[in-house]
């Protein structure tokens, strides 16, 4: 069997197994879905709450069960299997994969944020969120799950063109709609920046998510022939690129307790600028994201393949890491070499995250043991996506040799 093969194989197993569960599951942050809230529904904006969903994340043992918290759909983690199912789709051709995903779509678009409330399209997570910089109740919209749902659903617009007209047009409009939502609600001046806040009414400023945000306004922009959602994609885009160290890294975010500087969220940052870049059809990011690339590989890898949590420690190892690194690898590849290292990191999170009695990858492994929770959004759904996008880019990279 060939190394491909085996990939392909796992790749099975692993969206065979999700929607065995309806692509239901658990998420590292869903402890406030636990029963015990329902009584007790004051404590989940307080510090309890916050060290409430840090044990749940931590632990390599699943409370959820006995204490109430239910399986769910994750919209974000449906936009990933969507994502997968699209590139297996270009691959394979089985039109079972589109109708597969024309439910999920569908699904997707009944989960929308309030629209009375928010005016345009938007999706948030099924859990409330408690985080030291803010509170994010159930319901309520945050950038990062809306830009990916948006993305699937244009992708799979895309994907059915001719074939089903009218669902391809309304899918897209509904994407596209996201952007109004960007531009209208999460635009944001503040302390002397420009950026899209992650979440309404907040002014915490996080890179990836102000980046994505530009780059779902610039393809909205380049697609609709929209000037002043350029000009904002670029104002916006141009304000992380100022804050880029002169290495090529970015920390996280502007906040005491953001400045690290991890692989996925770096990873993201390069994967918006490219698509801004591509977008707009402009070269004024070139320099960015060259020294970020170079910064990337050279700091967020070991030898053997592992990708690396941060730039200074492997630790925990973790598949979110190895799926974003196999995407921006590819998205972002110069040479031959950066195909090689994605299929290095595949092949090393197969030998050492991947468990094939469970047909899933474990969450997380540290230094004192390994966390094997199936987290559906955060892991199964990443690396369904990252495998498919892999073996669709191995398949045209054959054909082209």
Not at 9 to 16: A, F, G, T, V
Not at 183 to 198: C, P, Q, S
Not at 213 to 234: C, G
Request: charged share 20%.
């Amino acid at each position: 069997m060939n190394r491909n093969s085996s990939i392909t194989d796992i790749r099975q197993s692993l969206l065979s197994a999700s929607k065995a569960d309806g692509y239901a599951g658990y998420d590292p942050f869903d402890g406030l879905n636990s029963k015990l809230f329902s009584l007790f529904p004051f404590l989940k904006k307080s510090i309890f709450g916050l060290a409430w969903i840090q044990l749940f994340k931590r632990s390599p043992l699943n409370l959820r069960g006995f204490l109430g918290v239910p399986k769910k759909r994750n919209p974000k983690g449906i936009g990933l299997f969507i994502l997968g199912m699209l590139e297996e789709y270009k691959q394979t051709k089985n039109k079972q994969l589109l109708d597969e995903c024309i439910t999920l779509a569908d699904w997707l678009v009944s989960q929308q944020c309030n629209t009375q409330t928010w005016q345009h399209t938007c999706w948030g997570y099924h859990f409330d969120w408690k985080a030291r910089a803010f509170f994010v109740p159930k319901g309520k919209p945050n950038v990062i799950t809306t830009i990916y749902v948006a993305q699937a659903l244009f992708a799979l617009s895309k994907a059915l063109g001719e074939l089903e007209k009218d669902k391809a047009k309304f899918y897209r409009g509904t994407a596209f709609d996201a952007a109004h939502f960007i531009v209208k609600t999460l635009y944001t001046e503040d302390e002397g920046r420009t950026f899209f806040a992650y979440i309404p009414g907040e002014k915490a400023f996080v890179h990836n998510a102000s980046l994505w945000a530009a780059a779902w306004v610039a393809v909205v922009a380049e697609q609709t022939d929209n000037r002043e959602y350029k000009e904002i994609a670029l104002k916006v885009a141009r304000q992380s690129v100022s804050e880029q160290n002169s290495d090529g890294s970015w920390v996280y975010g502007a906040r005491h307790h953001h400045q690290f500087i991890d692989g996925f969220h770096t990873g993201y940052n390069l994967e918006a600028l490219t698509l801004i870049k591509q977008s707009l059809n402009t070269s004024e990011f070139d320099k960015a994201i060259e020294v970020g690339f170079k910064y990337y590989k050279d700091n967020f890898f070991e030898s053997d393949g592992t990708a690396k949590y941060y730039n200074d420690n492997r630790y925990p190892l973790d598949p979110h890491s190895v799926s974003q690194a196999i995407i921006t690898l590819l998205k972002l590849s110069d040479s031959k070499a950066d195909y090689e290292l994605a299929e290095k990191v595949a092949l090393w999170s197969i030998d050492k995250l991947y468990m094939a009695d469970k047909k899933q990858f474990v969450y997380q492994i540290t230094k004192t043991g390994t966390n094997k929770i199936n987290y559906m959004r955060w892991t199964q759904a990443w690396m369904y996506y990252a495998l498919s996008y892999y073996l669709n880019n191995s398949a045209m990279n054959n054909e082209t040799n």
